[in-house]
């Protein structure tokens, strides 16, 4: 009976020692798949999320560059360049653009991840197939200024504490 006790508690120890290695080897690398790396991450093929605004020139008509707007007071960008309906926020100091808005329109037609391509006909579940663990939000959320209602889902950016956000609505994807 004692030995039954002693091997009982050996077999708990180990398997606990098994779960803790798992937990501390094993999640990283599956959380690692599914992040995305922001170099990676071209508009049209071509325009790098972050990109100097001489070179955003020279790739794409820019609709408008605008103050930012008092909505957005928070931001600490020096204005908003905007191609199309969607928007980079511009840092005059560096000459620099950080795309924040991403919206599928005739002048934005793709973004590729790497060496997936993505566009507005894209559902949930191919982006599901591309990032396996992937979830779509339970509830509708609005955007202010926006009709439509958007189901959310959020891939983390590699090295980062930030999220690539892809908004669905009726079933296709809308907006990053």
Aim: proline share 3%; with cysteine; hydrophobic share 40%.
């Amino acid at each position: 009976m004692k030995f039954r006790k002693i091997y009982a508690n050996r077999l708990i120890r180990k398997s606990l020692q098994n779960l803790f290695l798992l937990l501390s080897w094993g999640l990283p690398i599956l959380t690692t798949a599914q992040t995305v790396n922001l170099a990676t991450v071209k508009l049209n093929n071509v325009i790098s999320t972050q990109i100097n605004l001489n070179s955003l020139k020279k790739l794409i008509e820019i609709d408008s560059i605008i103050a930012i707007p008092n909505l957005m007071d928070m931001s600490v960008a020096d204005s908003l360049v905007y191609v199309g309906s969607s928007y980079f926020e511009y840092y005059k100091s560096e000459n620099m653009c950080y795309s924040r808005v991403i919206i599928f329109d005739e002048k934005i037609k793709t973004v590729s991840i790497g060496s997936q391509i993505i566009d507005k006909t894209l559902e949930f579940p191919d982006l599901k197939q591309i990032y396996p663990l992937a979830t779509l939000s339970k509830k509708p959320i609005k955007i202010m200024g926006d009709d439509l209602e958007y189901y959310t889902c959020r891939i983390q950016i590699e090295d980062s504490d930030n999220y690539l956000v892809f908004f669905f609505s009726e079933n296709r994807l809308k907006r990053i």
